[in-house]
């Protein structure tokens, strides 16, 4: 019988799923990856069939369904994996599809938040365990969305008051805690992710890289290998039940 998989939705190439990819592997946990943005009527696995979530980044709105029809597609999914109770995770763009698909709220920030900025715990969490009250993080973002009905609050910046929220079987992280040094180098060479940004920017998000990573990679092995310990579950307990 073949394993069920974790499927993950990436929106561009360059948003990959970097250190989440690597704890699945690290479990031997198969995945599938798409991109089914532009597809009106995508042909994806049912919600059944995977063993957990994983929604990427993108420059897209959450809910720019009529340039991208396959957002509503994405929703539909974060809405039934959540049901049946399997792991769920959103970064960035994917944070924002999970919270509006769960009736979050969805606006233009105060200002584009690009760089390292810290943020603070608002409470302690298995899914996201701070261990110290702020952190600093790489964010990427133009919109904020709100915290769900029913969801949980666990971190806030000063411009964004929901970088880290959950509800019941999902996460949803604002910020980027899965880029890896060779990732990060990806995207400071793609034109597109640094437009009118100054040379002077991009190097200090550089610099300030190698400075936080040092604290960042730990929390992010901790986080996603949580949630690959929860996806290897969600694939034993599919595999009694057929």
């Not at 974790?6 to 704890?23: A, F, M, T, Y």
């Not at 699945?24 to 994806?44: F, H, K, Q, R, W």
């Not at 769920?88 to 900025?117: D, M, N, P, R, Y």
Request: glycine share 8%; charged share 20%; aromatic share 6%.
């Amino acid at each position: 019988m073949t394993m069920p998989k974790v499927l993950i939705l990436q929106h561009v190439s360059c948003e990959k799923p970097g250190r989440i990819l690597d704890n699945l592997d690290d479990l031997g946990m198969g995945s599938e990856t798409l991109n089914i943005a532009s597809e009106a009527n995508p042909d994806v696995p049912k919600s059944e069939k995977i063993a957990g979530l994983v929604v990427m980044g993108g420059p897209m709105g959450a809910q720019d369904y009529k340039e991208y029809p396959g957002l509503k597609t994405e929703a539909k999914l974060v809405r039934k994996a959540v049901k049946a109770g399997k792991p769920v995770l959103g970064i960035c763009l994917g944070h924002q599809i999970i919270a509006t698909a769960l009736g979050g709220k969805l606006q233009s920030g105060k200002c584009s938040e690009i760089g390292f900025a810290p943020i603070k715990r608002v409470v302690k969490n298995d899914w996201f365990p701070m261990w110290t009250s702020e952190m600093n993080v790489l964010n990427w973002h133009n919109d904020v969305v709100s915290v769900p009905d029913g969801g949980q609050l666990l971190a806030s910046s000063k411009y964004t008051e929901n970088q880290a929220f959950c509800y019941k079987s999902a996460l949803g992280l604002q910020f980027h805690l899965e880029v890896t040094p060779t990732l990060l180098d990806e995207w400071l060479s793609e034109p597109s992710m640094v437009k009118g940004m100054k040379k002077s920017q991009i190097a200090k998000i550089r610099e300030d890289f190698k400075h936080y990573d040092v604290e960042l990679q730990p929390l992010a092995e901790q986080v996603f290998s949580a949630f690959a310990v929860r996806c290897a579950a969600s694939a034993r307990a599919m595999g009694e039940q057929s």
